[in-house]
């Protein structure tokens, strides 16, 4: 199989919308960098309330994020508050929660109440790929084109 970005195979990059959600500048400005590389679209939210007026305004668009990337700590709405209030919003939205903390319980209950995923702070390129590659390909959305990337794109 050929490579692509920095050794990562053709399978783990993508071109769907990513919604970045983390109220530090370094993790968003990084994160953008990595998806923009792997070729996603990226879209970034400096917190809880941002990410929720994001998914509100573009839910059932052909814009609206197919993942959200959630930091767990934020100052003004919690990971867990903004997951609910994101799938109130859209049940089949896809998240992958992290967090510079290792998981602990307030992460588990998260993912108890369906979370796609967790993603340890801080993440190389490749696991950020994988991950986020996993959770796109663990379903398909009704009304929204989902595919399995085999080539790189330029």
């Known amino acids: 199989m050929g490579r692509c970005v920095d050794g990562l195979s053709k399978k783990w990059r993508g071109t769907e919308t990513i919604l970045l959600v983390d109220d530090e ?6 994160g953008k960098q990595m998806l ?10 400096k917190g809880g309330r941002e990410a929720i007026e994001i998914i509100s305004k573009t839910h059932n ?3 609206s994020p ?6 767990m700590i934020m100052p003004d ?20 929660l992290s967090s ?7 992460a588990k209950k998260i993912l108890d109440r369906g979370c796609d ?6 993440f190389t390129m ?17 009304n929204r084109k989902y595919y399995r990337h085999n080539e790189c794109r330029t």
Do not use: C, H
């Open 77 to 96: 709405i919690s990971g867990g508050e903004t997951y609910d209030r994101l799938k109130a919003i859209n049940p089949d939205i896809k998240v992958l």
């Open 117 to 122: 995923g967790f993603i340890q702070k801080p």
């Open 66 to 71: 197919d993942l959200v990337i959630l930091d």
């Open 25 to 30: 500048d370094m993790i968003i400005d990084v």
């Open 126 to 142: 490749k696991q950020l790929s994988r991950k986020s590659r996993e959770i796109l390909d663990k379903g398909w959305v009704l």
């Open 100 to 106: 510079g903390y290792s998981i602990n319980s307030q």
């Open 61 to 63: 668009l052909p814009s």
């Open 36 to 45: 923009s590389t792997l070729g996603y679209k990226v879209l970034a939210a």
